[in-house]
C-alpha cells in the first residue's frame, strides 16, 4: 500500500501523520525556532533530535511544540517538574492551591527564571474555598463520629487523640491566589473544580492570559466554553485526583464518565481545543484520544512518578508497585470525591460507617494522621491521588524523558497504522 501523506487529521485539520517529505519541510520549518527557544532558555536542553514534531490546536493556541499537557497537582507540581515539562516541549503547569499569596508569586517568578517558554498555574474554583467552610457548622454529633475513626489511626501512628476543641477554619487564599496570577501574567491559567466564569476569562484576556478550564461533565464544557476559555480539559473517570466538579454529588459515578465516552461528547459540543485527561501514560494514550478528537492529553500520575516530581517516596514507590485496580474513588481523605490509591485509611474509613465531613474539612480533621503517616514512612496511612494509568508506570524518570518518550511512541504507533488498518 501506497504511503499516504496524511492518513489521520484531528477535527482541526491538524495532521496527525505527516509523510517523511512533509516531515522534512516541517522540520527545516521547526528547527531555527526552536534552536532560537532553546537559546535564550535558561537551563534550556537540547531535547530528542530523532523525535518528529506533530502539532495540533492546542499547540498552536498555547505556543508549545507537543500536545502534552502536565496536570498542576497539589503539593507535586512544583517550579522545577513545570520548567522541566516545559523545557521538553510540553505545558508545564503550577500548584497554586492552598499556597500563599507572596509564596505564590515567588513560585511564578522562579518558573521564569528556569523557562521562558508557556507554563500554567492551576487554581480550585470550588465554592467550599470561597471563602473555606466554617468547621463550627457541623454538628457536635457528625464530628464525634469523625473522629472516633481517625482516633483508630491516631493511636496505631502514635498520635494523640483528638481533643474536645473544634478546628478553625482553614485560610481563604482563592481570590488572593487569583489576583496574583492576575497580577504575575503567566502564558496559562488553568481553572479546576469550578468554572472560572466570564469576568474572570475576560480579565485574564485583558493581560494576554489564556484560560484552560477542566471538567468533568458535558454540562460543564458547554459552561466553561460560554466563559470564553481558550481551552477545555475533559476529566475522565480513569483521572486521578478529584472529580473536577462544583460542589458535591451524591454519587462520584455521575461525574465518572470514562474518557472514551466522555471526550467525544465535549469534543461536539465546544468550539476550543479540547484536552483529554485520564487514563494516559504512554504514546498509545495520546494517540488515542487524538483520534476521539482532542487536541492533546493532560498527564497527571505519570508525571507524578517523576524526579522532579515534590511527591514524597512512599508516594512515588507506592505507585511503582501499583496495579490500575489499586485505585479507588473515595471521598474520605478530603470529603470530596477523588481516585486515589486504596490503604487501610481508605478502605477502614469507609468501611466504619463514620460520617464524613464536609468538603476540605475532613481534609483539615484528619491532617494529623497524614502528617504522622509521612513522617514515619508509612503509605497506608497517607492519600496518594493517583489514575487507573499507574499500571503503565514502573520507572522514575525525568520529567522531559517522560514527554521525549511520550512522543517518540505516538510517532510509533502512528507509523505502524498504515501497516494494521488499510483503506480501501
Same mark, same amino acid.
Given at each position: 500500500?501506497?504511503?499516504?501523506?496524511?492518513?489521520?487529521?484531528?477535527?482541526?485539520?491538524? %495532521?496527525?501523520?505527516?509523510?517523511?517529505?512533509?516531515?522534512?519541510?516541517?522540520?527545516?520549518?521547526?528547527?531555527?525556532?526552536?534552536?532560537?527557544?532553546?537559546?535564550?532558555?535558561?537551563?534550556?536542553?537540547?531535547?530528542?533530535?530523532?523525535? %518528529?514534531?506533530?502539532?495540533?490546536?492546542?499547540?498552536?493556541?498555547? #505556543?508549545?511544540?507537543?500536545?502534552?499537557?502536565? %496536570?498542576?497537582?497539589?503539593? @507535586?507540581?512544583?517550579?522545577?517538574?513545570?520548567?522541566?515539562?516545559?523545557?521538553?516541549?510540553?505545558?508545564?503547569?503550577?500548584?497554586? !492551591?492552598?499556597?500563599?499569596?507572596?509564596?505564590?508569586?515567588?513560585?511564578?517568578?522562579?518558573?521564569?527564571?528556569?523557562?521562558?517558554?508557556?507554563?500554567?498555574?492551576?487554581?480550585?474554583?470550588?465554592?467550599?474555598?470561597?471563602?473555606?467552610?466554617?468547621?463550627?457548622?457541623?454538628?457536635?454529633?457528625? &464530628?464525634?463520629?469523625?473522629?472516633?475513626?481517625?482516633?483508630?489511626?491516631?493511636?496505631?501512628?502514635?498520635?494523640?487523640?483528638?481533643?474536645?476543641?473544634?478546628? =478553625?477554619?482553614?485560610?481563604?487564599?482563592?481570590?488572593?491566589?487569583?489576583?496574583?496570577?492576575?497580577?504575575?501574567?503567566?502564558?496559562?491559567?488553568?481553572?479546576?473544580?469550578?468554572?472560572? #466564569?466570564?469576568? &474572570?476569562?475576560? *480579565?485574564?484576556?485583558?493581560?494576554?492570559?489564556?484560560?484552560?478550564?477542566?471538567? /468533568?461533565?458535558?454540562?460543564?464544557?458547554?459552561?466553561?466554553?460560554?466563559?470564553?476559555?481558550?481551552?477545555?480539559?475533559?476529566?475522565?473517570?480513569?483521572?486521578? =485526583?478529584?472529580?473536577?466538579?462544583?460542589?458535591?454529588?451524591?454519587?462520584?459515578?455521575?461525574?465518572?464518565?470514562?474518557?472514551?465516552?466522555? !471526550?467525544?461528547?465535549?469534543?461536539?459540543?465546544?468550539?476550543?481545543?479540547?484536552?483529554?485527561?485520564?487514563?494516559?501514560?504512554?504514546?498509545?494514550?495520546?494517540?488515542?484520544?487524538?483520534?476521539?478528537?482532542?487536541?492533546?492529553?493532560?498527564?497527571?500520575?505519570?508525571?507524578?512518578?517523576?524526579?522532579?516530581?515534590?511527591?514524597?517516596?512512599?508516594?512515588?514507590?507506592?505507585?511503582?508497585? %501499583?496495579?490500575?485496580?489499586?485505585?479507588?474513588?473515595?471521598?474520605?481523605?478530603?470529603?470530596?470525591?477523588?481516585?486515589?490509591?486504596?490503604?487501610?485509611?481508605?478502605?477502614?474509613? /469507609?468501611?466504619?460507617?463514620?460520617?464524613?465531613?464536609?468538603? !476540605?474539612?475532613?481534609? =483539615?480533621?484528619?491532617? *494529623?494522621?497524614?502528617?504522622?503517616?509521612?513522617?514515619?514512612? *508509612?503509605?497506608?496511612?497517607?492519600?496518594?491521588?493517583?489514575?487507573?494509568? @499507574?499500571?503503565?508506570?514502573?520507572?522514575?524518570? =525525568?520529567?522531559?524523558?517522560?514527554?521525549?518518550?511520550?512522543?517518540?511512541?505516538?510517532?510509533?504507533? !502512528?507509523?505502524?497504522?498504515?501497516?494494521?488498518?488499510?483503506?480501501?
Amino acid at each position: 500500500m501506497p504511503r499516504q501523506d496524511r492518513l489521520v487529521q484531528d477535527p482541526d485539520g491538524h %495532521s496527525l501523520r505527516e509523510g517523511r517529505a512533509a516531515h522534512a519541510r516541517a522540520s527545516r520549518r521547526q528547527g531555527p525556532a526552536r534552536q532560537a527557544q532553546g537559546a535564550g532558555d535558561p537551563g534550556a536542553r537540547e531535547g530528542s533530535g530523532d523525535v %518528529s514534531l506533530f502539532r495540533t490546536a492546542l499547540c498552536e493556541r498555547l #505556543g508549545i511544540e507537543y500536545p502534552i499537557v502536565q %496536570s498542576g497537582m497539589g503539593s @507535586v507540581a512544583g517550579p522545577d517538574l513545570v520548567a522541566e515539562v516545559c523545557r521538553a516541549g510540553g505545558l508545564g503547569i503550577l500548584a497554586g !492551591l492552598n499556597v500563599p499569596p507572596d509564596d505564590l508569586r515567588k513560585m511564578i517568578r522562579h518558573v521564569r527564571s528556569l523557562t521562558n517558554r508557556p507554563f500554567g498555574v492551576n487554581l480550585w474554583l470550588h465554592k467550599a474555598l470561597r471563602p473555606p467552610i466554617d468547621p463550627t457548622s457541623v454538628p457536635e454529633e457528625t &464530628l464525634r463520629g469523625a473522629q472516633a475513626v481517625l482516633d483508630r489511626f491516631r493511636a496505631r501512628l502514635g498520635v494523640p487523640a483528638a481533643t474536645p476543641t473544634r478546628p =478553625g477554619r482553614g485560610p481563604d487564599l482563592v481570590d488572593a491566589a487569583v489576583a496574583v496570577v492576575l497580577d504575575e501574567r503567566p502564558p496559562v491559567f488553568s481553572a479546576a473544580l469550578g468554572t472560572p #466564569g466570564p469576568e &474572570l476569562v475576560a *480579565d485574564c484576556h485583558r493581560r494576554g492570559i489564556r484560560v484552560m478550564a477542566m471538567v /468533568a461533565t458535558v454540562e460543564d464544557a458547554r459552561t466553561a466554553a460560554a466563559d470564553g476559555v481558550d481551552v477545555v480539559v475533559a476529566q475522565g473517570g480513569e483521572a486521578g =485526583g478529584h472529580r473536577s466538579v462544583d460542589g458535591k454529588p451524591a454519587s462520584p459515578e455521575t461525574t465518572s464518565l470514562g474518557i472514551v465516552v466522555l !471526550l467525544p461528547q465535549v469534543v461536539d459540543v465546544v468550539r476550543v481545543p479540547v484536552v483529554a485527561a485520564g487514563g494516559i501514560a504512554d504514546g498509545r494514550g495520546l494517540v488515542a484520544v487524538l483520534a476521539l478528537g482532542a487536541s492533546g492529553a493532560l498527564l497527571g500520575t505519570r508525571f507524578v512518578a517523576t524526579r522532579e516530581s515534590l511527591a514524597p517516596e512512599i508516594y512515588k514507590k507506592r505507585l511503582l508497585e %501499583s496495579e490500575s485496580g489499586a485505585t479507588t474513588l473515595t471521598d474520605v481523605i478530603t470529603g470530596l470525591w477523588a481516585r486515589a490509591l486504596a490503604n487501610t485509611f481508605t478502605r477502614e474509613y /469507609a468501611a466504619s460507617g463514620a460520617p464524613v465531613l464536609p468538603p !476540605l474539612v475532613q481534609r =483539615g480533621v484528619a491532617n *494529623d494522621v497524614y502528617t504522622a503517616a509521612l513522617k514515619q514512612g *508509612d503509605p497506608e496511612y497517607f492519600p496518594m491521588m493517583a489514575g487507573q494509568s @499507574v499500571g503503565l508506570i514502573r520507572d522514575l524518570p =525525568g520529567a522531559a524523558e517522560v514527554v521525549d518518550t511520550i512522543v517518540r511512541e505516538a510517532r510509533a504507533v !502512528l507509523d505502524a497504522l498504515p501497516g494494521r488498518v488499510r483503506l480501501s
